[in-house]
């Protein structure tokens, strides 16, 4: 089969979504996968590379083959044989279905160390967020630039939102103000919350989407693995093997 037939399997098979509205089911723990393929198909792309096997993807990732063609197949990956995979296509796709490039906008509630950090962070523009501003009880903060993006009273924030479209609000606050200004952001209308204060969002409505981001734990991890390791040398280096006589 020619590659350009490929190709052409894969552009009936988008535009046959786009005909009836649907797209296909992708269950979370592959959707948990999806930023990876997004940025390695994204290096590729950058590499000049147009096609791809599972195995060499494999390689790339350190995810097995198996896997990689289980994964793609959710949502049509349509691999063949002796042409690999379509590398621009693949990445449209993934694109399309993380929403990079469906123009939402965010605001970042929390102007302290963490909340800078983030605005200088070139991971929205590149994933299709823009921040339209930044929010923060200090009154003395109130018109200060940064990275191009303005601080607001967070006494605004109703009115901002009212005046402007806030599909994200990213939570840099302190903890103890999460919930109450978590509460304030649904009734505006936001779409998620993207909270990075270690404070557990639950809210059971269909009109919100929450992602908890606990570095702590990520840390936490980090440090077990370490000891893991350290344990591991440890023990290589008591248990010594008998001489041969």
Known sequence: MAYEELEKQQGEYTDAHKEHGTKPYISPAVVRRLPRYYRYLRELLTQGITRISSSELSARMNV???QIRQDLNCFG???????GYNVHYLFTCISEILGVGAGFHAIII???DLGRALVHLSMFEKRGVDILGMFDSDPGLEGTPVAGVTIYSLDKLEQFCAQNQVDIAVLT???EDVPAVAERLVKCGVKGLWNYMGV???YSRDDIVIENVHLG???MILNYEICRNMEKKQEAAVWQPDDEE
Do not use: I
């Not at 349509?78 to 042409?83: A, R, S």
């Open 173 to 175: 606050l302190p903890k």
């Open 64 to 66: 097995t083959a198996s």
């Open 200 to 202: 557990e969002l639950d």
């Open 110 to 112: 929390g102007a302290g």
């Open 77 to 83: 990956g349509f691999g063949q044989q002796g042409y």
């Open 217 to 219: 734990d990520s840390l």
